[in-house]
């Protein structure tokens, strides 16, 4: 990597080298105790502009990432019920569940009987996967129709 110089003006400056930019010291961030010439490899603004874009994509996967709550979990939620407000229901559910993270407003919802209402809900099949496992099966829809307790089937 090219360490900091001297340029024709005296000036003593550094190329990044991500955008190869060559740069004054000052547009550089110092390494810990001076590792190298001192100086990061890359400029201010290269380090910022990388940062910036790690961030971003981390925050996106943080928000695409829905955890589905197993029995075990809502059977929990339902059991505060009454006896901790929702806020409180949701604080401590990360704790009891290795900082597992519910939305009080999943909470709030699962309070209302909106979501995880009946408790047999683990045993039926909503309309929605039904139709997911169809165009994966590959028999006919007899046969498709034939393979799935429809009794089990929530619409
Ligand atoms: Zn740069």
Redesign the pocket.
Known sequence: MPAAYYDDDGNWVKQ?T??K?VLSVDNYYQTPEGMGDGFQS??R??ILAHNKEHNRRRNKKRKQKTYKLTNKQVAWIKEQKGKLSIRVTAKEFSKKFWAIKVNPSTVQRIFAGKIHSDAGEADTVSIYDLLEGASQFSGSVEEYIDSTDTKKVKY
């Open positions: 990044c991500k955008c930019e890359r400029c603004p290269c």
